[in-house]
Each structure stands twice: as structure tokens, then as C-alpha cells.
């Protein structure tokens, strides 16, 4: 759409006033005497600096902007900056650490928070252990074990026993990175059958979603639902998540159970007991070492750095990986490290790995100073080679050395020669899966069954509807991470385009942090104060923003509209990778992308408020698909927001925690460890009386949500409303029913 485009700067405002003027005198003129008038002004025009041109709308409002050209990146560093400030806390007091009590005492904090982040863990019932084949090797015997670390939780493992064993040798368990294969990958064999070759007893076994462990597995098809490895970790992580769990739980506890197994065997020496891993194997090794006591040496590889360089780097990674709210704790790699001084610990790295090895180093220059204290500073090392993400011969000798030393098990560290197994040779379940060959439980119906009391709880608090919504209000606030304005946020104005009717304006408006988030306001022509709306997409403000759209209908019934891009849409969304470790990110320092998009609308709100042609105390919203619950929240934080209209909402995050399978576009925009407090339909009754529609509400697949469903979540806030003397102020409307008519609803006197 071409459109006529006038700077100031260029036009000539009182000179065309006047010629105008001069042209409306002119007509009452004979002909000839209005000819040569018009060659006048025509000659006229064209001598000054006026430019007529027509230009394309661009509707962009931070381009051309240098303080904004990092605009993709804005969300991630709003959430590094509250990261940071909690790292920033825990360093000086990690740094104020002199005495070996001071150590203790730390640790001891430590041990709690980690407790607290992860747990509680379930009781220990039996292994019911069993082989499922043996095979001889030359030199070795491999042991197929299927062990159950909760009942009817399988986990998968191979046991290596070296030949001629007398009395008890030390094992060594061996968690696995992010392979579909699991410890069957040739590189991961390797360094086992190098550690079997040495003399230790090596016990590995498939991580959750990996090698035979796969959470969604299609078997007829027998192929993977989800994805294996982190996209299946992060799949049930998000669910967890929303019960306030860390998934690593499950990892870690798999393991602990793992070294029980060990110490069962007659083989084993039970005060020897390492663990290593290598990537994601890295991650689980200094957790298991971190969490159990009977570790007694530990080797993690190709992961520890620091949260600092971490989220510097390539951001936060994969759920299991992040502890529920674990950097808000205080906690960072090193910590993981620190809790077990002076206990043997050996920090394996790569000098251009993807995990910053200037955060590994760090880490070990801070932990040693715990081994120092402790007076065994001999007993954390560090090996290095000058190598990508992966092991490397070097690496792996320095690995087989340390656990010589350090296990009692001394001899030279050199590998002989290594065949490695074909991966088939390496089946221990009937079918391949554990899916298909047990009736399992998974992390899902695991959490599942937690997640369950959580809400029947819940239920229980809604009987004294004034109660509980009380403090609804003050749980979402804390648990989203929503803070509120201490000023008010200034505004930056970038133009203005003229449409028929109406102008759009563009404002750069700050956000509470340092950004500023990219607004759009529909004017209608003319003079007075207009009721205000503003109108939410998730596909960012330019999306129905053309001529002819929806917001060009709302603007014409004399409404002003403020579409904004919230900060990780439109303008300042990340690329896809970034926007996914933005929600990792927010699990770990609690400041969600929902409470940041309602401190943006309330900058909104605020904007509109310093307008004298905004009617104040007509200021509703609309919210489409997964900015629905963002909008939920604003509203119940902020009562100049008079009512909502909600396009596309889910109805719940109940829906999400208790079905197997859901859209994975919804998990950003939930709220972790909210369902032990409150639901959306909570916020919606701590929003009563006030109006509120909800139209073609969907459920967790975002598909449009059955008459069941819509009951089940949306009984509460109906009795809210109705016990508050408004029930039709709260409106359900079918898919196909248009919203403007709700909008006029909405914003009438």
C-alpha cells in the first residue's frame, strides 16, 4: 500500500496554509485568471522543498536506531541482568569464605538449597534388579541389567566386569551425554573399555529419554514421538516444572540408585565408588556426586563452567539441566563442586568447548579455595585439551589416572588396544524400549501423580473463594517475578503515518529494565478523549496492523488501539534457539516471560494514561493465543485495566501437567510451580467483577477446547462472579463468534 508520507522538516505547513487559501479566491476567477493561478502554485511547489512522494508503510519502529540495534537480544539480557544480580550476590559472599567452617557452614547451605531445588526425593524401595543376557568379551564379561528405581520406573544398564576378579575391585558408574544411542556410541565405549581394561568395574547405564529409555515411543512405528535426548528432557521438564520440580530429579535419583546397585555386588568395594560422564553425562556426574555421599571420586566432563559464562554464551540449556529456580537460590556450577570437599574431584574440559572454559576455569579457581581450607587442595584437579565438545585420548587418560589414584586401583593410564561393540550387541530390553516391554511409568505420569495432589489441594483453597484468591494475587506476583513500576517509563516518538480516518503512531516506549518496548497507537481523526485499547498478538504488532484489518475496525468506531511488541515478540524476539533458553532462564531466576509481559503492559497502561485524548477510566485489552494468560495476570496486578477479552486462550495450566502430550508453544508463557498455588481460572476470579470474555477457549493442543474441559476449568471463577453479584460480566463465547462486538462491550459507559 503506497500512502503519501510528510516530514516536517520538508513541508511547508503555514506557506501551504495560505496558498490554499489563496487557490479557494482564485475559483471565483475566470477561467484564464484560475489557469494562471494554479501554474502558480504548481511553479511554486515545485520551487520549494516540498517533496510529495509516496512511501511504503514501515511500521518498524526500533530500525535505524543505534541504542536499539540489539534488539533480538533485548529479552535475553533483561533476564541475564536478573540473573546476574543474584550471581552477583552469591559471589560476594562465596568470596567473604576464609576458615574451614566457613566452608562447612556453606556447604551445609549448600546441601539445603540443593535439596530444596531438586527434592525431596522418593524413599527407596526395592531394585528387583535382573540380567537380561551376559556377554563375553575377551579380557571382560558385559552384564544386561534392567533395575527400577522407583516401582514401575525402569532403568537400563550394562555392567562391565573385568576377568579375574579376587576380592573387591572399585566401579565406577558412567552417565552419558545427549546421544540416542546412549553409552552404546564408539566414543563412549571407549572410555569404558579403557577403564574395564585397567581393572575397574564400569556400570552404565541409559540416561531417561535415551538409548532404551524413550519417553514417547510410537511402537508400531518404532520410532520416537517427541525426539530423544533434550527434546524429550525438555518436553517432561516443562511439565514438571509447572508442579515446581526439578526433572533432574529423576535423573539424579536414577543414579543414586545405580551406586545402590553397585554396592549390592559381591565384586564391589563400596568405599570406592566413582562417577563420571562426558556433556549432559557431565551435567548428571556432579549432581549424583553433589547429592550422594558415597561418591567417593568424581570426573565430570565437558560441563562444568559457570552460570555467569553460561548464560554469556549459548544460554541456558536443556530442562534437566536447570534446577527450579536454582539460580535465584545462589547456586552455580561451582557449588556443585564446593559441596563435596575435600572429596577427589577432577574438572575434565576442552579449551574450545561450547561450555565457556573460562567459566571452568574460574569454577576451579574458586573451589580450590574450599580444598584449601579443608587442607586437601591436592584433591581437586583440573585436565584440559585443546579440543571441541567431546573426549579425547588425552582427556581420557587424564580420567583413567585420576580414578588410579585416587580409587586405588594404580597401574599406567595408557590404553591398550580398543574394540568397541556393535550397539546392537548391546540390547538389553526384549522389544529395545523399555516402553514396549514393560507397563512403565514415565516422568510424565510420574509427575503426574504429584501434580494431582497439588490440584486437589488447590480445589480445597477455592471453598473459601475470599480466602484464596487474597492470596492468589500475592503467589502469582512472587512467583511470575513481577515488580511493579517504580516510575514512570518515558517514551521515545519515531513518526506518525496518516491513513484515511486515522493516524498511526510509532513510540519506542520504556520497559522496566533496560529495553524499550515497540509500540503502534491507531488515533481516530478529529478531537475529545476516546476510550482505549490494547490489543496483544503473539505474532508480533504489524501482523493486523494494514489497512482494512481488524485493529482499522476497532480504531473506526472512535477507539484508540496500543498495539505493543512485549518484550521476546516482533521487533525484540530472539531467534527461535534464544527464546526457548529465555524460559530455562526464567525457571532458574524466577522472572518469567509472563511477569515481564505484564510489566510491559502496565508501561502501556501508563502511556495511555499521560494522554489527555485517552479516556482513563476506559482502558481494556485484548489478548490473542498464548498471551491470553500474560493478559491474566497484568489485569489482576494492574485495576486500570478495566476489562479483558481473551481470543484463543488456554483455559488452564492444569491441562497442560496432567495430558501426556501438549502444544510446546504454550510452555514459555506459563508460570513454573504455579499449580501448587494457583490457575488461570484463579486469576479470572481475582479479576471479578470486573468484564471478562473468553472466546474460542482451546485446550493444551491448542485445539478448540470441548464442553467438558470449559466446565471443569471455568466452574470457579462462574461461582466468583456469580457470588460477587456480576455473573454476566464473565462471558464464554464459541470460536466462531466474532470479538469486536465484545470489545464495543467492553469499553461502553
Known amino acids: 500500500m503506497k500512502t503519501l508520507a510528510f516530514s516536517h522538516a520538508w513541508f511547508p505547513v503555514r506557506e501551504v496554509r495560505q496558498a490554499s487559501g489563496l487557490l479557494k479566491k482564485q475559483i471565483q476567477m475566470k477561467k484564464n485568471q484560475i489557469v494562471a493561478a494554479a501554474s502558480f502554485i504548481v511553479i511554486a511547489f515545485l520551487s520549494s522543498p516540498l517533496r510529495l512522494t509516496a512511501q511504503e508503510e514501515d511500521l518498524s519502529v526500533l530500525s535505524r536506531w543505534t541504542e536499539w540495534s540489539d534488539a533480538g537480544n533485548m529479552l535475553i539480557h533483561h533476564l541475564n541482568d536478573h540473573a546476574f544480580r543474584y550471581l552477583d550476590s552469591r559471589d560476594r559472599h562465596v568470596e567473604s569464605l576464609r576458615t574451614r567452617e566457613d566452608w562447612t557452614n556453606r556447604q551445609n547451605e549448600v546441601r539445603n538449597k540443593l535439596m530444596e531445588a531438586v527434592g525431596p526425593f522418593p524413599p527407596k524401595t526395592p531394585l528387583n534388579a535382573r540380567i537380561t543376557g551376559v556377554l563375553k568379551k575377551d579380557g571382560y564379561r558385559i552384564e544386561k541389567l534392567i533395575y527400577q528405581s522407583m516401582p514401575g520406573f525402569y532403568v537400563t544398564g550394562c555392567l562391565f566386569i573385568p576377568d579375574g576378579i579376587r576380592g573387591k575391585r572399585p566401579a565406577i558408574l558412567n552417565v552419558i551425554g545427549h546421544t540416542d544411542i546412549s553409552f552404546r556410541g564408539a566414543d563412549y565405549q571407549t572410555l569404558i573399555l579403557h577403564l574395564v581394561q585397567k581393572g575397574f568395574i564400569v556400570f552404565a547405564i541409559d540416561p531417561i529419554g535415551q538409548g532404551e529409555r524413550l519417553q514417547y515411543f510410537d511402537g508400531e512405528k518404532n520410532v520416537p514421538v517427541i525426539g530423544a535426548g533434550t527434546a524429550e528432557h525438555s518436553y517432561f521438564g516443562n511439565q514438571c516444572f509447572m508442579a515446581g520440580a526439578s526433572p533432574a530429579r529423576y535423573f539424579i535419583w536414577d543414579g543414586i540408585r545405580g551406586i545402590d546397585y553397585l554396592v549390592s555386588r559381591k565384586e564391589v568395594d563400596p568405599g570406592r565408588i566413582g562417577v563420571t560422564g562426558l556433556s549432559g553425562g557431565g551435567t548428571l556426574t556432579a549432581y549424583i556426586s553433589a547429592f550422594d555421599d558415597r561418591v567417593k571420586a568424581s570426573a565430570p566432563s565437558c560441563y562444568i563452567t559457570g552460570f555467569r559464562r553460561l548464560l554469556e554464551s549459548i544460554g541456558a540449556q536443556d530442562a534437566e539441566q536447570n534446577f527450579f529456580h536454582g539460580i535465584k537460590s545462589g547456586i552455580t556450577h561451582a557449588d556443585l563442586i564446593e559441596v563435596r570437599a575435600p572429596k577427589p574431584t577432577l574438572i575434565v574440559s576442552t579449551t574450545r568447548d561450547f561450555f565457556s572454559i573460562q567459566g571452568a576455569r574460574e569454577s576451579f579457581g574458586e573451589a580450590k579455595k574450599a580444598f584449601m581450607a579443608f587442607g586437601m587442595s591436592e584433591n581437586l584437579l583440573m585436565a584440559e585439551d585443546h579440543f571441541g565438545h567431546g573426549f579425547t585420548p588425552r582427556n581420557n587418560e587424564a580420567t583413567c589416572a585420576f580414578f588410579q589414584k585416587y580409587l586405588d586401583m594404580p597401574g599406567n593410564p595408557a590404553p591398550g588396544v580398543i574394540r568397541t561393540l556393535n550397539p546392537d550387541e548391546l540390547k538389553i530390553t526384549a522389544t529395545g524400549q523399555v516402553s514396549t516391554s514393560f507397563d512403565a511409568e514415565t516422568v510424565f505420569s510420574l509427575n503426574a501423580k504429584e501434580a494431582e495432589m497439588l490440584l486437589a489441594n488447590l480445589e480445597n483453597s477455592r471453598k473459601d473463594s475470599e480466602k484464596h484468591l487474597a492470596q492468589v494475587e500475592k503467589n502469582a506476583e512472587l512467583l511470575s517475578g513481577y515488580n511493579r513500576y517504580t516510575e514512570k517509563p518515558a517514551s521515545v516518538f519515531r513518526g506518525t503515518w496518516q491513513r484515511d480516518g486515522y493516524s498511526v503512531e510509532m513510540y519506542a516506549v520504556g520497559g522496566n529494565g533496560k529495553y524499550v518496548i515497540p509500540l503502534l497507537l491507531f488515533i481516530p481523526d478529529g478531537n475529545g478523549k476516546y476510550p482505549a485499547l490494547i490489543y496483544l498478538t503473539p505474532k508480533g ?209
Open 541 to 749: 504488532k504489524a501482523a493486523d496492523a494494514g489497512e482494512g484489518g481488524r485493529i482499522e475496525q476497532i480504531t473506526r468506531k472512535g477507539i484508540i488501539v496500543a498495539v505493543p511488541d512485549l518484550l521476546g515478540i516482533g521487533e525484540v524476539a530472539p531467534d527461535e534457539s534464544f527464546f526457548n533458553a529465555s524460559y530455562f532462564i526464567s525457571v532458574l531466576t524466577g522472572k518469567t516471560l509472563i511477569g515481564t509481559g505484564a510489566e510491559d503492559i502496565d508501561a502501556i497502561v501508563n502511556f495511555l494514561t499521560e494522554r489527555a485524548d485517552v479516556d482513563h477510566g476506559r482502558i481494556s485489552s485484548v489478548a490473542f493465543d498464548e498471551l491470553s494468560p500474560v493478559l491474566m495476570h497484568a489485569a489482576v496486578f494492574n485495576h486500570s485495566i478495566g476489562s479483558i477479552v481473551l481470543a484463543g486462550s488456554q483455559a488452564s495450566f492444569r491441562s497442560m501437567v496432567m495430558n501426556r502430550f501438549y502444544d510446546r508453544k504454550l510452555a514459555p508463557y506459563t508460570v513454573p510451580g504455579a499449580i501448587k498455588y494457583y490457575d488461570l481460572p484463579d486469576l479470572i476470579g481475582c479479576i471479578a467483577p470486573r468484564k471478562v470474555v473468553m472466546a474460542g477457549i482451546r485446550n493444551q493442543m491448542r485445539e478448540y477446547a470441548g464442553k467438558e474441559l470449559i466446565e471443569t476449568d471455568l466452574t470457579f471463577p462462574v461461582k466468583v462472579y456469580t457470588l460477587k453479584g456480576k455473573p454476566d460480566n464473565f462471558r464464554i463465547l464459541p470460536p466462531d463468534e466474532d470479538i469486536l462486538p465484545m470489545i464495543d462491550w467492553c469499553l461502553a459507559k
